[in-house]
């Protein structure tokens, strides 16, 4: 049970993208901990089979302006106001080469990736202040630290959250309201399935210079081969995020998977040539 606030209250926690992997994970994991869940998904059928298991399930849409306000309209009123935790994990992919990325692709990824996740946020730090505590999790990626080709777009709006949320752990220092950074490597979800779908509708698979790469990328992103090698389970990713939120001292940033703290350190040591180079291996 986290020791911040009322110790006999019930902490209440938002989590968006709790349709799969990691956000469900951590639905249940919170709930079985003692925390009040608030399991959000944008799709109305998912937000049906988390109210079928159990949790008080919001339709959340981050691309959405008023399906956010609702959201937190509604849980601000059953809550009395208390949000003590609010899990940012929700997020897309549109994989594709940079020049092959138009206009509406980049503003579709970054509306979800960035945009709704800082209206989010904004509109639940009220009541945090309100409260004089609170704790905020962004579930980034390593590609917020070291890009990778072909996810550009995804990379981008990675890097404009990390900026986000560093900026918002400085502004928020002696407020009580902290804030972490969880830095995962390849975690299997459904994720990689939904980054396919998205690259199908927003980019021009079969006409661009890029063609050979991405009919790779379609037989590797779909089926049986739709989790990259080395990756683990977003039960990984718990232990970290239970230490953002639980701790008394949680820590600003937290890497998840062996992959991700290679990376990482190697960004800090490695020159940018020489981290290019080994990227371009990769």
């Known amino acids: 049970m ?19 992997g990691i956000g469900e994970a951590a639905a249940h994991l919170l709930r079985d901990r003692g925390w009040r869940v608030f399991a959000t998904a944008r799709r109305t059928m998912d937000v ?10 919001r339709q959340l849409d981050l691309a959405d ?9 509604q849980i601000a009123e ?14 897309l992919a549109i994989p594709g080469a940079v020049e092959d990325l138009s206009r509406e692709a980049m503003r579709h990824q970054f509306e979800a990736n960035v945009f709704g996740t800082m209206e989010l946020t904004n509109r639940i730090l009220p009541f945090m202040r309100e409260r004089g505590q609170g704790r905020i999790v962004m579930i980034s990626s390593i590609l917020g630290l070291v890009p990778m080709r072909w996810a550009g777009n995804y990379n981008a709006s990675k890097y404009a959250l990390e900026g986000f949320t560093d900026t918002l752990r400085l502004e928020l220092a002696g407020s009580g309201i902290r804030v ?3 830095n995962p490597g390849a975690v299997d979800s459904r994720f990689r399935n939904n980054a396919l779908k998205n690259a199908q509708r927003y980019v021009n698979l079969r006409d661009s210079i890029h063609a050979r790469r991405y009919e790779r990328m379609e037989r590797d992103y779909s089926g049986d081969k739709s989790s ?12 970290r995020l239970l230490h953002a939120l639980e701790s008394p001292r949680p ?23 020489w981290l290019d180079r080994l990227l371009l291996r990769l």
Not at 229 to 239: I, W
């Open 180 to 182: 972490s950074t969880l």
């Open 48 to 57: 049906h089979q988390l109210d079928q298991a159990g949790f008080e399930a």
């Open 65 to 73: 302006s008023i399906s956010i306000t609702v959201a937190v309209d």
């Open 78 to 91: 059953i809550t009395d106001g208390r949000i003590d935790a609010l899990v940012n994990n929700a997020g």
């Open 228 to 239: 990259l090698a080395g990756s683990l389970g977003p039960d990984a990713v718990m232990r």
């Open 251 to 273: 820590r600003p940033r937290y890497y998840v998977t062996r992959s991700a703290w290679m990376l990482a350190l190697m960004r800090r040591l490695l020159p940018t040539a």
């Open 2 to 20: 986290t020791e911040q606030g009322d110790s006999d209250a019930q902490p209440t926690v938002v989590i968006t993208g709790c349709s799969s």
